[in-house]
């Protein structure tokens, strides 16, 4: 906790082992202990706060729509942006990618390959249900999450105060709309 709090107050740059060290209130020869590095420490915070993010197995309940467990994995889409960090941690990570490219890749292997894996997954779910037309998931689930990107995650990304809008349902709507358009059960070739 220590750790993610200094990030984000500081960012990556600025946070101190030391300082991050007496917030947790051990000294910093344990927290060297723990963590070779500031930049590892950077890694486990991601991993942390990845760690009960972007997993969507179970979000299918017996009798939804397809348009309901499309909307349910687009909440928790934007829950993990918005509600977990992600955001503010995503603009540390773009913020140091020249100094320190490893934190992006460790950001994009936790925030977006293991978050896309986990939606192909419920795609490959809808799709053996006859629920969506047979296609690739993994396309799919790139797809519809950066239709959310687009609307709502790089915004947020420019402008540190900006959350979800009042006609987030309406947008989030428009977004399963367009992926049905293309994958949806009826949708023409």
Request: proline share 4%; with cysteine.
């Amino acid at each position: 906790m220590a750790a993610r709090d200094n990030f984000l107050k500081n960012g990556y740059s600025r946070a101190g082992m030391a300082e991050i060290a007496r917030d947790a209130d051990v000294s910093t020869a344990t927290l060297y202990k723990h963590f070779a590095s500031k930049e590892a420490l950077f890694s486990a915070v991601v991993r942390n706060v990845a760690r009960s993010t972007g997993d969507y197995s179970g979000v299918i309940d017996p009798g939804d729509t397809a348009r309901e467990v499309l909307y349910k994995l687009c909440r928790a889409y934007l829950s993990v942006q918005f509600d977990s960090n992600a955001n503010a941690l995503l603009r540390i990570v773009i913020a140091e990618v020249p100094g320190a490219p490893g934190l992006a890749g460790d950001m994009y292997e936790v925030l977006g390959n293991r978050r896309n894996d986990s939606l192909m997954h419920v795609l490959d779910e809808l799709i053996s249900r006859g629920m969506l037309k047979p296609h690739d998931s993994a396309f799919g689930a790139r797809l519809g999450a950066g239709m959310l990107k687009e609307i709502f995650v790089w915004p947020a990304l420019f402008d540190a105060e900006l959350g979800l809008p009042p006609d987030t349902d309406e947008k989030i709507h428009r977004v399963i709309d367009a992926y049905l358009a293309l994958y949806g059960p009826d949708a023409r070739d």
